[in-house]
């Protein structure tokens, strides 16, 4: 069952009027046998109230029919069982009769299939662990030559317990047998493989009502919008204390797939992300207090409960035992140590450095500013203090720095930002154009607004590039845009993420006042971006002007890889005066020697080759299980390449640069491996030497 601590995004709040729709009929009657779970009263009327708001408010107008009904049936199934390893196809064919009526039970508060559905689903998996029960306490043979394809996400349901009962024979001797080959005596094995089934067993019992109501309600609003969510009382309650900006711990954003704990997004700048060994879709499988607690196996544990054990007293140290989500399939675990912090979102700033790049017989100084988001001190800023923190006030100092130190040129680099304020991502843009606007906002009424700089002044007019990656998001791909629009500059890197919506928290509970406890909150898709040319940023994101090897493809990773994103689409290009700094002659000369450099520079092909292996590795799908083949594969897997090193390398870091020699010649040798950075470097020297644009001055 999914549990999510949702992606720390930035909100306004909206005050929202609700008009309440008219009941379409009766509810239907459910029957329910002893031990099943059963929805409340209260949350038959919060259904009817998202329905209300979602029907009325939600940017996106989808059409309450039996399509809609179909996606949403979709979608708890794959929420409940992603890796159909529970239900079997008779099981599909038998709640199948609520694939086209889910759409009329919304307005009803009638929660009959998504309650009759998990019941089911809870009986097949409490089948599941008595099964596995049985079959732990058989002896197996890891002579025989046999296979285990633990990916089932695309297979079709089993079409019986018995074929089902083989994967997950096979399931339970896979881990035996890489404990075996790791060293683990056989009955410790056992034993504590029988005691995480156990364990799983006891969390499904204690599963609530409200932990079903809300699977079932984001397989709802996130059929309409991947972005809009709805929040039981204690989700909500951990997402404002993340939205607070201050908690202890490591920087993670987690989710529960399947029986996993899974890393969904990293704090930039947090001890997680620092560490360099933990990334986005990675699992944790244990979790050790200090450097010698004992691993506690939380496979199969709830979210929050997990969370409890990863955060902790800053300055603490956590152990956290990783299975890779990028590497081989059947890849070992990881062990990795983290000193927890306080983290404080707008602690994460930027920070400047100076490159100097050789480039024939001239050497470059270039400045580097990294931007892990886009940060403001908006309490500081209503009351108007000087010095309020802001990400456009700490690049206007550098910038004003490196005036005094003489750059030749500017590097921006936004990889792995995932936005952040609206207001700083417009400042920003404001230091490096006259004046103009920099966005435009679509509301679900279609009236469009723009977001303008009003001042004339520019802080830098010299040469620049900004590097942006797949994962680089809304108040990012809006700077990144307007840079190009004005050709202001030029965009290095991989097309960015695509999120070009946003989002309004709404709590519930002002619109159920007569409810004694907390309702919960919903998170709704109320605006669209779009760039001053007219095109949205919404699921293409910005297409850089140089595109550099990517390890991901748009179906896995992006807004484009979320079946219900909203469209692209254009409106009209609002009036705006580009600077011309980068014109069509100069940028097409730049091209054509990156594209030589593609095909002919060593660390682009190989890092172009690192990528092509890294995603055929993933791609596969089957592990030996037989002893002398498996620890064959686990030792082959030691001597390879590490490709999942380079992909980390080219997404590049945050990492912060210290003033003292020893970490300076750190610093340096951090930038030796990232091919991103380096030939950044080099078209923005091409550009410079060209003398396509006088050599940078600071104003």
Do not use: C
């Amino acid at each position: 069952m999914k549990r999510i601590l949702p992606i720390l995004i930035p909100l306004s709040l909206l005050v929202v009027v609700f008009l309440h729709g008219k009941t379409q009929g009766k509810l239907e009657v459910a029957t329910y046998q002893q031990g099943d779970l059963q929805p409340t009263d209260t949350q038959r009327k919060v259904e009817r109230l998202v329905f209300g708001i979602l029907s009325n408010y939600h940017y996106r107008k989808v059409p309450v029919n039996d399509s809609l009904s179909s996606k949403i049936f979709d979608a708890y199934l794959k929420d409940l069982d992603p890796n159909k390893a529970y239900f079997i196809a008779s099981d599909i064919e038998e709640v199948e009769k609520y694939r086209y009526t889910i759409d009329e039970q919304l307005n009803l508060g009638d929660l009959t299939s998504a309650f009759q559905i998990y019941n089911l689903y809870q009986k097949r998996m409490l089948e599941r662990f008595a099964y596995v029960d049985k079959v732990i306490k058989q002896p197996m043979d890891f002579n025989i030559d046999e296979a285990y394809q633990p990916d089932r996400e695309k297979a079709a349901w089993a079409k019986s317990t018995a074929e089902l009962d083989d994967y997950w024979r096979k399931d339970v001797k896979r881990q035996l047998l890489d404990w075996k080959i790791g060293g683990k005596a056989d009955t410790t094995a056992v034993r504590e493989l029988n005691d995480r089934y156990k364990r799983s067993a006891k969390y499904m019992a204690r599963t609530r009502a409200e932990d079903v109501f809300q699977v079932f309600m984001n397989a709802y609003t996130e059929s309409i919008d991947p972005h809009t969510s709805y929040m039981i009382p204690k989700a909500a309650q951990e997402f404002n204390k993340d939205m607070a900006q201050s908690f202890e711990g490591i920087g993670a954003t987690l989710r529960l797939e399947g029986d996993y704990v899974t890393i969904q997004d990293l704090v930039p700048g947090g001890p997680a992300f620092r560490s360099k060994q933990i990334n986005p879709k990675d699992r944790i499988v244990g979790v050790a207090q200090g450097d010698d607690g004992a691993f506690v196996d939380v496979i199969g544990w709830f979210t929050d409960d997990a969370v409890k054990l990863i955060r902790g007293p800053k300055g603490t140290v956590v152990r956290l035992k990783i299975l890779p989500g990028s590497g081989v399939t059947g890849s070992p675990t990881t062990e990795v140590r983290i000193v927890r912090e306080k983290i404080k979102l707008e602690e994460q700033t930027a920070k400047k450095e100076i490159l100097n790049f050789k480039q024939g017989a001239s050497t470059y100084k270039l400045g580097l500013i990294t931007i892990p988001m886009f940060y403001r001190d908006f309490e500081g800023a209503r009351k108007r203090e000087a010095d309020f923190k802001s990400t456009s006030a700490d690049v206007r100092k550098f910038l004003n720095e490196f005036k005094q130190e003489g750059i030749d040129g500017l590097v921006i680099d936004l990889r792995n930002n995932g936005g952040g304020s609206l207001v700083e991502a417009v400042e920003l843009t404001g230091l490096f154009i006259p004046k103009g606007p920099v966005v435009q906002r679509k509301q679900s009424d279609g009236k469009i607004s723009q977001e303008i700089d009003r001042d004339p002044a520019q802080v830098y007019d010299g040469p620049m590039a900004i590097m942006i990656n797949r994962f680089s998001a809304s108040a990012s791909e809006i700077f990144a845009a307007a840079i190009q629009d004005y050709k202001r500059g030029i965009i290095v890197g991989e097309q960015s993420y695509g999120k070009g919506t946003v989002q309004s928290v709404i709590d519930l509970d002002n619109y159920m006042a007569n409810e004694k406890d907390p309702v919960g909150q919903l998170k709704i898709t109320l605006e669209k971006f779009y760039r001053v040319n007219g095109s949205s940023t919404q699921h293409k994101g910005v297409s850089p002007d140089f595109a550099l090897p990517s390890a991901f493809s748009a179906e896995e990773f992006g807004e484009s890889s979320q079946p219900s994103a909203l469209p692209w689409d254009m409106i009209p290009t609002t009036a705006y005066t580009p600077t011309n700094t980068i014109v069509a002659p100069a940028l097409a000369h730049l091209q054509a020697a990156f594209q030589t450099r593609l095909k002919t520079k060593p660390d682009l092909i190989k890092l172009k080759q690192d990528f092509e292996r890294w995603k055929k590795i993933k791609e596969q799908n089957s592990i030996s299980l037989n002893f002398d083949k498996r620890k064959k594969e686990l030792d082959e897997q030691k001597k390879k390449p590490d490709e999942s090193q380079a992909v980390m390398d080219a997404l590049g870091g945050t990492e912060e640069t210290a003033g003292d020699k020893d970490k300076k010649e750190k610093a340096a040798d951090k930038h030796a491996k990232d091919a991103y950075l380096k030939e950044t470097q080099q078209i923005l020297s091409d550009w410079i030497s060209s003398g396509a644009h006088k050599i940078a001055k600071v104003k």
